[in-house]
């Protein structure tokens, strides 16, 4: 008797266990963060275009942030970067299979600023980096050492 009713509560017992695990986070919980979709950003060099990286950012938030908002303005933040990395790409000068990651952290954090308050932004975390090709590329110089 006890293992009939224990099989008919079982499937809802199961169905609000993978409801409450794929709610997003709640506001305040800590290791909030928005994912970009991925964004080729160009590698020129002497003004010529040589490649593309396409890059998965992560921009990660404080406790504190509104995160399904800040989540709402996504197509902003690459657009913001996008159109950074066409001013002034971020090259390499030792390698032209990724980007200068420093560089391109500090002009998206810049820019997140401008799209929502920096209060609610922690810092960038490039997840993965990914060249359009890897031979057939100029040597980069050589570092002198």
Not at 12 to 38: I, M, N, R, W
Not at 69 to 93: M, N, Q, S, Y
């Amino acid at each position: 008797m006890r293992r009939r009713q224990l099989l008919a509560v079982l499937p809802f017992a199961l169905a609000a266990g993978s409801a409450s695990a794929s709610a997003p986070p709640k506001k305040g919980s800590a290791g909030q963060y928005v994912d970009l979709s991925p964004i080729a950003l160009p590698i020129v060099l002497n003004g010529r275009l040589i490649n593309y990286v396409f890059v998965q950012v992560r921009l990660n938030l404080t406790a504190s942030a509104d995160a399904p908002k800040i989540r709402e303005k996504e197509p902003w933040f690459r657009d913001a970067l996008v159109r950074a990395g066409h001013r002034t790409p971020f090259t390499k000068a030792t390698d032209y299979t990724v980007i200068d990651e420093a560089r391109m952290k500090a002009t998206l954090m810049r820019e997140a600023a401008t799209i929502t308050p920096a209060r609610d932004l922690l810092s960038v975390t490039v997840v993965n980096q990914t060249p359009k090709q890897r031979n057939g590329l100029p040597r980069p110089p050589a570092t002198g050492r």
